[in-house]
């Protein structure tokens, strides 16, 4: 019998069709169902703990495909990540990954090394951020950090705009919303946040971005670091928990995914408040499916302009959200939107999380073929709701391509009234 984590891999072969590294490489060891069974065999002492071992099961987008479609109801990503660390303990990981995770566990250092990065990038040679690359993305296609964090931005900018009464708060089931902004919205992509908070005034929604929020964990437990994410996750609830919240928004599927999924099960491990965790879960709801649910197209009238857009479904939003395809459906109501779907909308971009910096080549691969098929549909704007995948597909993507990478509330945001396409400034 399976125990909890799903031991019964048939070894049918349904991932392989769905596995963006088993397509991309074409070799056994890249399938979900060879990582599977190592980790039996590595269980069983049939294999033991080496380099290239970690090196299999590391090199996974943690995309949640194969479990989505495995008949036999495998918890592969809970499995891998068990097995990461294992294999992170007894082999170590690459420095840049080992300083990720460091960061991430404080607040304080996540606002030191932003703000080390900023001064970084305005000394750097151009000619330097031409060559040098994270992977094999140049540093020169890397978004520009916030000029002030996203979360101080909006906290001055709400209190000198005070007294913001709901138009429709008496017929919104949801009146008063926590905003969990993450790390990227908060230091990288504030055009998201602010698109955000304008939507969500304009609809009438009373918005609290709690300032004690921090990193959802994921990278971290992605990377072996589940001893540091107690703390996070502790944080997180106790301001997200916080009395007459009717809504937890994310913009950020991965974000939404930690908080809605995993923060229940860690929470019981750890001997956290389960009662909390259990709360915030049920109140998790992205941004795209918020204002489906709360809000009429009608409300987002056509400005002076009609906009070109194709989207890329991050995978966590398809196999992690409750509504993965809100998004879309978003684009098809705005009437000021042309919507072409690409090909590939639904393939893994290739970026996963830290992917793109691991193993640059195969994450490469995958991308350029995103890009071809983006190009193809005429869009002027490449859609796409994670903050990874907007990384790694703007990525590849120069002036030529006439392609520009946003969240679906920058094109919402576009068609308010008030704003005639100015996305970064707080209404």
Not at 44 to 73: Q, W
Not at 215 to 242: I, Q, W, Y
Not at 370 to 394: E, H, M, Q, S, Y
Request: aromatic share 8%.
């Amino acid at each position: 019998m399976a125990d909890s984590y799903g031991q019964n891999c048939n070894r049918c072969g349904f991932c392989l069709s769905v596995c963006p590294t088993y397509l991309a490489q074409g070799t056994e060891d890249a399938s979900p169902r060879a990582r599977i069974q190592l980790i039996d065999f590595f269980s069983d002492h049939r294999v033991g703990s080496s380099e290239k071992l970690k090196e299999i099961i590391s090199k996974c987008l943690m995309c949640g495909n194969c479990a989505s479609i495995c008949p036999s109801g495998i918890n592969h990503p809970e499995r891998y990540v068990r097995m990461r660390e294992k294999m992170i303990r007894d082999h170590g990981d690459m420095p840049g990954i080992k300083s990720l995770v460091y960061l991430l566990a404080k607040e304080s250092r996540i606002r030191m090394a932003a703000g080390a990065a900023k001064i970084a990038r305005k000394i750097v040679p151009q000619v330097f951020a031409e060559k040098y690359r994270l992977g094999s993305i140049a540093l020169k296609q890397f978004p520009v950090l916030n000029k002030v964090p996203f979360r101080a931005a909006a906290r001055d900018a709400m209190t000198h705009k005070p007294g913001h009464k709901s138009k429709a708060a008496s017929g919104l089931k949801y009146g008063r919303v926590a905003y969990f902004t993450g790390c990227a919205t908060n230091y990288l992509f504030d055009d998201t946040g602010f698109s955000v908070l304008n939507i969500l005034r304009h609809m009438g929604v009373e918005v609290i971005i709690p300032e004690t929020q921090t990193c959802c964990g994921t990278p971290m437990l992605f990377h072996g670091g589940r001893e540091k994410v107690k703390s996070n996750v502790n944080n997180n609830l106790a301001c997200l928990d916080a009395q007459g919240i009717d809504a937890v928004i994310v913009d950020c599927p991965t974000c939404g995914a930690a908080l809605k999924n995993d923060y229940p099960a860690l929470a019981k491990e750890f001997g956290l408040d389960q009662d909390a965790a259990n709360r915030v879960a049920g109140k998790v709801v992205d941004i795209s499916s918020f204002i489906m649910a709360h809000e009429s197209p009608e409300n987002f009238p056509q400005n002076d302009e009609m906009i070109r857009v194709t989207y890329h479904q991050p995978c966590h939003q398809r196999n992690h959200m409750p509504t993965p395809g809100s998004a879309q459906a978003l684009l098809n109501a705005l009437k000021g939107v042309e919507y072409t779907q690409a090909l590939d909308m639904s393939s893994c971009c290739g970026g996963g999380g830290t992917f793109f910096y691991e193993y640059p080549e195969v994450s490469r691969g995958i991308a350029k073929k995103k890009v071809a098929n983006a190009k193809a549909t005429g869009a002027d704007f490449w859609v796409t709701d994670c903050p990874v995948c907007r990384i790694n597909l703007g990525g590849y993507l120069d002036e030529s391509a006439g392609l520009t990478v946003v969240h679906p509330a920058c094109v919402a945001a576009r068609f308010l009234p008030d704003l005639k396409g100015r996305t970064r400034q707080f209404n």
